[in-house]
């Protein structure tokens, strides 16, 4: 196992800088997890730390090594691609071999790792199947072993789950993260899905335009998300993000949005007639007997909760209820947010204030 350091780090094609100058710190055991948009960076930076993509500029560093100009059979990492990149003509026990048979190791400690790996993904009854015969659960696990058996400082996974349904999805970032908590390997993630995100990192980094936008725990992201970009990322359903102007009187500071008032934290550093963009999280609006007024668009229950989007003047909020009420499409509620959760960022620069 090792850390790994990315520093100043820039890539560009041609003229077109897509990585902006990254600082990133991961270390031993840890597992880190790079979301953001399609074409944030996210792919770019981890195919970079690979060696399978050159570096304009800045390092990269793998334990007290640095590893610009190594290529990836040097750097002692194991990749897990999202095509799982598995030989169809071999066996599973030939796929997971393969690498170590290239390193011509001795028979009997190739057996020995793959064996031991295939007993913990459960992999020991399809060894001599052939990928075809494999669900994709199945392969995904193929190809996590054969990365496994080679005992990696570092496992690099490039959105490993986006090819499979939604429920083997949720059962296979459990496996993944309960083989990271038996194997600590240090682990760099790439996702677009925030669900992953936050079910599986020790920390996340937030990119966007080749930029990191944040750097946190799951829950410091959720909890303190640094702009409005991040806010309305990390979260599902999103955060609803209302403009308003600071209204304050002594220490008490409030914003009216469509007639009604929000109060703002105190600790904030609010300006009378300053321009912002509340963040509230649908968990936080409760019904009230007056708030924010609108009517009922669209309900949506997921059985353990229901969702329900409300038309406010020009604008659609969401909020999320635990309790069955009957709404129905064009009923009148009201709304009022949890006022120890209002998040106040500046409306120009989108930057958190509170």
């Known amino acids: 196992m ?64 640095v590893v610009n100009n190594l290529p990836p059979s040097e ?17 599973v026990r030939a796929n997971m071999a393969f690498a170590l048979r290239m390193k011509r190791m001795d028979k009997a400690e190739i057996d020995d790792r793959v064996n031991r790996a295939a007993d913990v993904l459960g992999l020991t009854p399809y060894l001599d199947r052939f990928p075809r015969a494999l669900s994709g659960g199945q392969r995904q696990r193929v190809a996590m072993g054969r990365a496994i058996v080679r005992d990696p400082q570092v496992f690099l996974f490039d959105e490993p789950l986006s090819n499979l349904d939604a429920k083997l999805r949720v059962q296979m970032r459990t496996e993944i993260r309960e083989l990271h908590q038996r194997l600590s390997t240090t682990t760099v993630y790439v996702t677009h899905d925030q669900i992953e ?113 409300v038309r406010m003047g020009g604008k659609d909020i969401t909020a999320i209820f635990r309790t069955r009420h009957p709404f129905k499409p064009g009923q009148d509620i009201s709304l009022l947010p949890n006022k120890d959760a209002v998040h106040v960022f500046d409306r120009e620069t989108g930057k958190r204030l509170s």
């Not at 948009?37 to 195919?47: E, I, V």
């Open 2 to 65: 090792a850390e790994v350091k990315v520093r100043s780090l820039r890539k560009s094609y041609g003229a077109v800088e897509v990585i902006h100058g990254l600082d990133v710190d991961i270390s031993d055991g840890e597992f880190v997890v790079l979301v953001g948009p399609s074409g944030c960076g996210k792919s770019t930076l981890l195919r970079m730390i690979a060696g399978l993509e050159s570096i304009t500029s800045g390092q990269i560093l793998i334990g007290d090594r």
């Open 75 to 91: 750097r002692d990492i194991a990749m897990v691609f999202q095509n799982y990149a598995l030989y169809p003509h071999k066996t």
């Open 197 to 309: 995100a936050m079910t599986m990192a020790d920390r996340i980094v937030v990119l966007r335009d080749g930029y990191i936008e944040q750097i946190g725990t799951p829950l410091e992201v959720y909890d303190s998300p640094a702009n409005t970009f991040v806010a309305s990322f990390i979260g599902s359903p999103a955060m609803n993000m209302l403009d308003s102007v600071v209204q304050r009187d002594g220490k008490s500071a409030w914003a009216e949005v469509e007639g009604a008032r929000i109060a703002l934290p105190a600790s904030a550093d609010l300006k009378n007639g300053q321009q912002v963009t509340l963040g509230i999280r649908p968990e936080h609006l409760t019904l009230a007997d007056k708030g924010l007024t609108g009517k009922v668009l669209v309900i949506e229950p997921t059985g353990s909760e229901i969702h329900v989007v």
